[in-house]
């Protein structure tokens, strides 16, 4: 749908003294980033990572050599390209493809925006923000969402909010 890179994790702080850096995963799990040695688009190349065991991961960036350079990664999100990825099978989306999306209800009525997308376990879940700025979420099920393109989401109008 997109041709801009996908966020696989961010830098949320230095490890040790070494350079290593703590990351938050965005993907299923570190296993997710083990294929990948290069990041933002060159700019950082991956030469270990192992799991932090609390659900995130630390990792050692060749060009990260001390705590201080550790630092400054701070809040630096970890992407790669779309050619970089497995290629997805029909049906399947990155959460990133629907952010930013219009949202319409079946009748035409446009609703918002998508502003996150998550899952809890049982299915996908888009929040929406309205314009006022509040939000509320769809599961995004045949029932609630019977389609979407690449500029915008349809939602069965029972279940805006």
Not at 66 to 91: F, I, K, N
Not at 108 to 125: F, K, L, M
Request: glycine fraction near 10%.
């Amino acid at each position: 749908m997109s041709d801009k890179p996908l966020t696989l994790a961010a830098v949320t702080g230095a490890h040790g003294v070494t350079g290593e850096v703590r990351l938050k995963l965005f993907g299923e799990g570190v296993d997710a980033l083990k294929p990948h040695t290069s990041f933002n688009e060159g700019m950082l190349t991956l030469t270990k990572i192992r799991s932090d065991n609390k659900g995130g991961a630390i990792a050692r960036f060749a060009e990260v050599t001390s705590r201080t350079a550790a630092e400054q990664l701070r809040g630096t999100a970890l992407s790669v390209s779309r050619d970089a990825l497995p290629a997805l099978d029909e049906g399947e989306f990155y959460f990133s493809d629907l952010i930013g999306l219009t949202v319409v209800t079946d009748a035409g009525e446009r609703v918002g925006r998508i502003c996150a997308v998550e899952n809890y376990g049982a299915t996908d879940i888009a929040e929406i923000e309205k314009p006022d700025g509040k939000t509320f979420m769809v599961p995004l099920t045949e029932q609630a969402v019977p389609s979407w393109d690449s500029e915008t989401l349809t939602v069965n109008a029972d279940f805006v909010d």
